[in-house]
């Protein structure tokens, strides 16, 4: 079973539409993260929360749109999406030192598809 | 430049047999080294990392690497794969003072009966 939960698993939307992802870890980690998966693909880096402040947005266009209201809840809002944001969206937490030394905690992702 | 190189896409092995996953890196500094695997439609899973000390470590699932320095190295293996190995393996390496994961581009895992 995985510690780090994603909501929902499968979310499908028009590019009109908004919605959102969400994530919630009660692991105590301070650092959370949003990675983009294409199909057989490694994760892409999106956003890094660390203490709750954004630490790095990897020049993410402006359609997604991330949010830590607290230490445990991690949000990634979405607006306006292009059909090649579709991919699995991942969530992930860990340590609050940085990852060299801390690895890595999934969640099972969120499938979008943009129609 | 930093990287992390798996140089096979995919392999095939029987079940029963053993099983090898390569892994080259190049970083200017200690490399945090981890190997994860990502079964279909499930997030990735730490099956190991490596910080310093013993070159061989144990992970989860009855996995160990072994790093190797002077190769810039970090090999998978387990003696004998279950159906239940097949899956997405990726190498990884951490930044050192920051944030952000290296991944290798994946070796994807088939096993035979």
């Known amino acids: 079973d995985t510690e780090v939960t994603q909501t929902p698993k499968h979310l499908v939307m028009g590019m009109t539409n908004k919605k959102s992802l969400k994530c919630e870890q009660h692991m105590g980690h301070r650092a959370m993260y949003w990675y983009k998966q294409k199909a057989k693909k490694p994760p892409e880096l999106m956003f890094v929360?660390?203490?709750?402040?954004?630490?790095i947005n990897e020049s993410v266009p402006s359609r997604f749109s991330p949010e830590c209201p607290n230490s445990s809840l991690l949000n990634l809002h979405l607006h306006a999406l292009q059909p090649e944001d579709s991919a699995l969206y991942l969530c992930?937490?860990?340590?609050?030192?940085?990852?060299?030394?801390?690895?890595?905690?999934f969640g099972n992702g969120t499938r979008l598809t943009v129609t | 430049a930093q990287s992390v190189t798996q140089p096979d896409i995919h392999i095939t092995v029987s079940e029963g047999a053993s099983l090898e996953l390569r892994c080259n890196y190049s970083y200017g500094a200690t490399p945090y080294l981890f190997w994860y695997v990502q079964s279909p439609g499930q997030g990735l899973q730490l099956l190991l990392k490596y910080f310093s000390g013993d070159t061989l470590v144990q992970g989860i699932k009855g996995f160990e690497a072994e790093f190797k320095r002077s190769q810039s190295s970090f090999n998978l293996r387990k003696p004998s794969v279950h159906w239940s190995d097949a899956a997405e393996y990726f190498c990884a390496v951490g930044i050192t003072g920051g944030f952000k994961t290296i991944f290798g581009a994946g070796t994807r895992l088939f096993v035979k009966a």
């Open positions: 929360y660390s203490y709750e402040k954004l630490s």
């Open positions: 992930a937490s860990s340590q609050g030192d940085g990852t060299a030394y801390s690895p890595l905690h």
